[in-house]
C-alpha cells in the first residue's frame, strides 16, 4: 500500500507491450535517457521509477512497468483460481495470482505489472489508439481494473490517424473508464501535460491539491524556458548584427573576409542551437543537419544561400548580392554612427588621433581604403525566423521522440499556425507578434538590431565585456519581443492542435 505518511503521488504507467509507457515517462519526466525504448514488445523489463519535483520536493513517483503481453492466458489462470469462491472480489483474485507458483514463472512479467499497480495510489493506462481493441486488451484491462486502483487511459500516438479512437472509447467507458486523457508521447499537445494532471485530479480528490501544484509548476518551468530561449535567441542576433569585418577593397580581400563573417557568424548560430538543445533538455544529435533547414526542400540550406534567403521571401537588401559574397555588406561606414562620431572622422583626418577609442580604429581603417563587412539585413532577420522555428519546434517535441527534429510545423510566419485571437487584448498582441513576424518576413530588422549595427564592441561573448549597459538594454527589449513571438496566443493554449 502506499506510505499514508507523505502525499507523494505513486503512479504505475501500465498497459499492453509497445505501447509507448516508456516513452510516456520520457516525455513526463523531460528525460531522454529514461530507460529503454524500442519499436518491439517486451522491451522495459523491470520496473523503473522516476520522480517528479517540485522546488526539489518530490511530489509524484512514476513507475515504468513491462508490457502486458499474455492478458487472455493469465485472465483464464485467474478464473481457474477462484474456482468454487465465486464471491471472491478483484483484489482478491489478484492476490490469489500473486500467491500462486505461475506468478513467479510463466506470468512474472504480468505478476510485476498489478503487484506495482497494487503499491500505487493509481495506474495511467497507455493505450496504442493505432491498434484494434482485441480481446487481449480486454483481458488485461479486466486484470487491471481488479486492482481496485484507479485507472486513467492515456490515448497515446494520437498525432496522427486514430482510426480506433472512437472503440476504445466505448470500451473504457464499458470498463467506467469515462475520463481519458489524450497524450501523444512524441508530439504531445502544449497543454497535454496540464491536462493530463486535471485529468488525474478528478480520479483523485486526495491529492487534487498536489496535481494543481504540479500543474502550476510545469506552466511555470515551460514560461521560463521560454523566456530562456527568447534571449538565447536575442543575444545571437545583437552578436551577428554588431559583427564587423575590414578588408582591403580588392575583390580576393573581400572575399577572404566575407568568407570569415560567414563561417564567424554560422558558428556563433550553432552556438546558439546547440543551447537551445540543451536548454529543452534535447541531444545535439536530435538535430544533426546543421546548418538549419527553414522550409520545404530547401530545409538544409546554408544560411548564406541566395537561394535560402529567396524562399524565406527575404531579399539582399544592400551590398554584394551575388554568390560566394551573399550575405556581407560591404558597410558605408557612416550608416549607424552618431554624430560625435562623425565629428570624429575630421579630427582623425586633422592628425588629433590619440585618445580616439571607439570609432578611432574603424575611422583610421577606413581613412587607409579599409571597407568593413557587416551581415546583411536580410540574413539577420533569417538567423532570428529559423532561431524562433527551432525554439518552438522544441516546445512541442516529447522527450521520447526518437525522429530528428522537423521544423516543418513550426516555420514561423504561418498564419495558420496561429490560433485566432478571441479578445481585444489578445487580438492586439497578436497583431504586434504578427507585425514583428512579418517584419522579419520581409526582411525588416527590428530597431533595437538597427541600433546593434552601430556598436561592432557589442559583438561576440569575449569582447561584450566593454559593451556597457545599452546592450544588456537592447537584448532585453530583443529578447522580449521573440518571447511573444514564441508564446502561443493567450497564455497556455497551443500553436496548433493536430486533432
Ligand atoms: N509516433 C509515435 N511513436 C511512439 C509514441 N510513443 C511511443 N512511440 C514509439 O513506440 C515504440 C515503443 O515505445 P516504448 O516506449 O518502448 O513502449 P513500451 O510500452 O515501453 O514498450 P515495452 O516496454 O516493450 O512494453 C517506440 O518505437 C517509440 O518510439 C508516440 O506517441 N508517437
Ligand atoms: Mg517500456
Same mark, same amino acid.
Given at each position: 500500500m502506499p506510505d499514508a505518511r507523505d502525499d507523494c503521488l505513486r503512479l504505475a504507467v501500465v498497459g499492453h507491450t509497445n505501447t509507448g509507457k516508456t516513452s510516456l515517462l520520457r516525455t513526463l519526466t523531460r528525460d531522454p535517457e529514461f530507460g529503454q525504448v524500442r519499436d518491439s514488445p517486451g522491451t522495459t523489463r523491470h520496473v523503473e521509477g522516476a520522480r517528479l519535483l517540485v522546488d526539489g520536493k518530490r511530489v509524484v513517483e512514476l513507475f515504468d512497468t513491462p508490457g502486458m503481453e499474455d492478458g487472455i492466458g493469465l485472465l483464464d489462470y485467474m478464473d481457474l483460481l477462484a474456482e468454487g469462491s465465486p464471491r471472491l472480489d478483484g483484489p482478491d483474485r489478484i492476490r490469489r495470482f500473486l500467491d500462486s507458483p505461475e506468478s513467479r514463472s510463466r506470468y512474472e512479467q504480468e505478476a510485476r505489472v498489478v503487484r506495482k499497480l497494487l503499491e500505487c495510489d493509481a495506474g495511467l493506462y497507455v493505450v496504442d489508439v493505432r491498434d484494434p481493441v482485441l480481446g487481449k486488451h480486454k483481458d488485461e484491462l479486466a486484470i487491471l481494473a481488479a486492482c481496485g486502483r484507479p485507472l486513467l487511459p492515456v490515448l497515446n500516438f494520437v498525432h496522427g490517424s486514430a482510426p480506433h479512437a472512437g472503440a476504445w472509447r466505448e470500451t473504457l467507458a464499458r470498463l467506467g473508464l469515462h475520463a481519458i486523457a489524450e497524450f501523444d508521447t512524441v508530439a504531445p499537445a502544449l497543454d497535454g501535460e496540464t491536462q493530463l494532471y486535471d485529468k488525474l485530479g478528478l480520479l483523485l480528490d486526495? !491529492?487534487?491539491?498536489?496535481?494543481?501544484?504540479?500543474?502550476?509548476?510545469?506552466? @511555470?518551468? @515551460?514560461?521560463?524556458?521560454?523566456?530562456?530561449?527568447?534571449?538565447?535567441?536575442?543575444?545571437?542576433?545583437?552578436? $551577428? $548584427?554588431?559583427?564587423?569585418?575590414?578588408?582591403?577593397?580588392?575583390?580576393?580581400?573581400?572575399?577572404?573576409?566575407?568568407?570569415?563573417?560567414?563561417?564567424?557568424?554560422?558558428?556563433?548560430? &550553432?552556438?546558439?542551437? @546547440?543551447?537551445?538543445?540543451?536548454?529543452?533538455?534535447? !541531444?545535439?544529435?536530435?538535430?544533426?543537419?546543421?546548418?538549419?533547414?527553414?522550409?520545404?526542400?530547401?530545409?538544409?540550406?546554408?544560411?548564406? !544561400?541566395?537561394?535560402? #534567403?529567396?524562399?524565406?521571401?527575404? !531579399?539582399?537588401?544592400?551590398?554584394?548580392?551575388?554568390?560566394?559574397?551573399?550575405?556581407?555588406?560591404?558597410?558605408?561606414?557612416?550608416?549607424?554612427?552618431?554624430?560625435?562620431?562623425?565629428?570624429?572622422?575630421?579630427? &582623425?583626418?586633422?592628425? #588629433?588621433?590619440?585618445?580616439?577609442?571607439?570609432?578611432?580604429?574603424?575611422?583610421?581603417?577606413? #581613412?587607409?581604403?579599409?571597407?568593413?563587412?557587416?551581415?546583411?539585413?536580410?540574413?539577420?532577420?533569417? #538567423?532570428?525566423?529559423?532561431?524562433?522555428?527551432?525554439?518552438?519546434?522544441?516546445?512541442?517535441?516529447?522527450?521520447?521522440?526518437?525522429?530528428?527534429?522537423?521544423?516543418?510545423?513550426?516555420?514561423?510566419? @504561418?498564419q495558420d499556425a496561429i490560433d485566432a485571437p478571441n479578445t481585444p487584448l489578445q487580438e492586439a498582441a497578436h497583431d504586434g507578434l504578427a507585425g514583428f513576424e512579418a517584419g522579419l518576413r520581409k526582411g525588416r530588422v527590428p530597431d533595437a538590431l538597427q541600433e546593434a549595427r552601430g556598436h561592432p564592441e557589442w559583438s561576440m561573448p569575449g569582447r561584450s565585456g566593454t559593451a556597457g549597459p545599452r546592450r544588456e538594454q537592447v537584448v532585453r527589449e530583443l529578447a522580449e519581443q521573440l518571447g511573444a513571438m514564441l508564446s502561443p496566443p493567450g497564455g497556455a493554449a497551443p500553436y496548433h492542435r493536430d486533432r
Open positions: 486526495t !491529492h487534487a491539491a498536489l496535481l494543481q501544484t504540479l500543474k502550476a509548476d510545469v506552466l @511555470r518551468q @515551460r514560461r521560463i524556458r521560454r523566456t530562456d530561449a527568447a534571449r538565447l535567441i536575442a543575444e545571437l542576433l545583437v552578436d $551577428a $548584427a554588431a559583427y564587423r569585418l575590414s578588408s582591403l577593397p580588392d575583390d580576393d580581400a573581400l572575399e577572404q573576409a566575407t568568407q570569415s563573417l560567414r563561417s564567424a557568424i554560422s558558428e556563433r548560430e &550553432a552556438d546558439c542551437v @546547440r543551447a537551445l538543445l540543451k536548454r529543452y533538455n534535447f !541531444h545535439a544529435s536530435d538535430f544533426p543537419n546543421h546548418p538549419l533547414p527553414l522550409e520545404g526542400e530547401r530545409w538544409g540550406m546554408d544560411l548564406f !544561400h541566395p537561394q535560402a #534567403l529567396k524562399d524565406a521571401g527575404l !531579399h539582399m537588401t544592400k551590398g554584394i548580392a551575388a554568390g560566394a559574397m551573399a550575405g556581407a555588406t560591404v558597410d558605408l561606414f557612416t550608416a549607424g554612427l552618431s554624430l560625435g562620431a562623425a565629428a570624429l572622422v575630421g579630427a &582623425a583626418a586633422g592628425g #588629433l588621433w590619440q585618445g580616439v577609442d571607439r570609432y578611432g580604429k574603424r575611422i583610421l581603417g577606413r #581613412l587607409k581604403g579599409y571597407q568593413e563587412l557587416s551581415v546583411d539585413d536580410a540574413v539577420l532577420c533569417l #538567423l532570428a525566423l529559423r532561431q524562433a522555428a527551432l525554439a518552438r519546434a522544441l516546445e512541442t517535441r516529447g522527450h521520447a521522440a526518437q525522429a530528428p527534429i522537423s521544423l516543418r510545423d513550426a516555420a514561423p510566419g @504561418r
